[in-house]
């Protein structure tokens, strides 16, 4: 017996150890997959973030690269990083290690680009962010470039141009519009100006599974929903607001939506059984897209004219809507989600356009002159908690935040932050 118990203690002696081991492999701060436009779920929003009890006077940064030009946003995903930019003449998609910035693997291609005038300030882009899953990795270039790697060694598994498909491959002011992932569908917003189509293709071999070529593309990215039980995908593009079948592509409704100097760029979010959009000039409007019979009818249930959205998309926390207004030259706001009324509305003059994350019941408000701005998410005026400067070059690009750590792209750089 006195063996057996010895021999029982030196099995849970092994189990210990190999348990510590492993503990001393798993992260100690929960980190959420950072892996498409606006967050894991395209709102926005992340889980697992803790507020601390302090915040530090500054940030501390931890490592700072240069990546190129363009406002693609940084993915993470486990402790990669992945990127679409511009070096000189040459879209570049590369993966990078969240601890140090080094590059693991780099794939270039040659694209030429002429600017719009009235966009020269915004360079040449990719303004598209990638989308991963399942290994694979789609980005989309600022001349509609659409590109499928898989993510291990950076492999190019396939590619599309369009260039005999459309008279001009991007909008105006270049292709913004982000891929998405449909289960093993890849769902991408091709073409130019009054030639377009929002496309479906498998991830996998590159195939078309269906197109709707109503329109041609805002500088909104799709959201994927369910309305009465029909799985819809939901945008903004260059002349309507769109519910199309995810199924097969068809229009299932529309509403005619237009802005000055045809800029539908806000990506839409969904609050319970709203659809809530804006757009330059336009207000904020909530609609419900209602199923009658064999038709679908988007009905007006609010509009709020006080605020308005040019390049922000909104967040939400619980009924409370939160965004940036263009109005007043740059004017933080809070707004009750049911029924449109402004709860709140922030000092003027915040700025061009702010990128905007919440954690919790923290707002991350990145605005384009690279102040990174800290708030409560509450109903009862803005509390700022804290406020840092962090580039000396405009930050178009969302932030990126997984665990403690947040990534900052601004003209050329990449540069990681210690929150605390």
Not at 235 to 264: H, K, P, R
Not at 286 to 309: D, M, T, Y
Not at 351 to 365: D, Q
């Amino acid at each position: 017996m006195t063996a057996g118990l010895h021999t029982n203690h030196g099995k849970r002696a092994r189990v210990c150890t190999s348990l510590a081991m492993l503990l001393l492999c798993i992260p100690t701060i929960f980190a959420q997959d950072w892996s498409r436009w606006r967050g894991p779920k395209g709102d926005g929003s992340i889980t697992g973030f803790t507020s601390p009890v302090t915040w530090p006077d500054q940030l501390r940064q931890i490592w700072k690269i240069t990546v190129g030009v363009g406002h693609s946003s940084p993915l993470v995903i486990g402790q990669r990083i992945y990127l679409h930019s511009r070096q000189a003449e040459n879209e570049t998609v590369a993966a990078y290690d969240l601890n140090t910035g080094k590059t693991i693997w780099r794939d270039s291609y040659h694209i030429a680009y002429t600017m719009h005038p009235a966009a020269t300030g915004h360079g040449k882009g990719p303004k598209s962010t990638p989308v991963y899953g399942d290994g694979k990795l789609c980005t989309l270039g600022i001349t509609g470039v659409l590109s499928c790697y898989d993510t291990g060694k950076g492999q190019l598994l396939w590619r599309k141009d369009f260039t005999t498909q459309f008279k001009s491959t991007s909008p105006d002011y270049g292709t913004a519009t982000s891929p998405i992932f449909d289960g093993s569908a890849v769902i991408a917003y091709v073409g130019g100006s009054d030639s377009g189509a929002l496309k479906a293709f498998d991830t996998n071999s590159g195939e078309e599974r269906w197109s709707w070529n109503g329109d041609g593309p805002g500088y909104a990215t799709p959201i994927v929903l369910e309305i009465a039980g029909k799985r819809q995908l939901v945008t903004q593009s260059q002349q309507n607001i769109i519910g199309i079948s995810a199924e097969n592509g068809s229009l299932l409704w529309n509403l005619a939506f237009t802005t000055d100097y045809v800029q539908n760029i806000v990506t839409p979010i969904q609050y319970r059984d709203l659809l809530i959009f804006s757009g330059l000039n336009k207000g904020v409007l909530a609609f419900r897209v209602e199923s009658r019979g064999n038709a679908w009818v988007p009905k007006l249930v609010w509009q709020n004219q006080s605020v308005s959205l040019y390049m922000n998309s909104p967040l939400l926390f619980g009924d409370l809507l939160f965004g940036m207004s263009h109005k007043n030259k740059g004017q933080f706001f809070c707004l009750d989600a049911a029924s449109g009324k402004t709860l709140w509305t922030s000092e003027p003059r915040q700025g061009e356009t702010a990128a905007m994350v919440i954690a919790g019941n923290t707002i991350f408000s990145l605005t384009n002159d690279a102040d990174l701005i800290v708030s409560h998410a509450g109903g009862k005026g803005m509390q700022v908690i804290k406020k840092y400067h962090l580039a000396d070059t405009p930050t178009w690009a969302h932030p990126a935040i997984t665990g403690k750590t947040v990534l900052i792209k601004d003209e050329t750089t990449l540069t990681a932050w210690r929150l605390v």
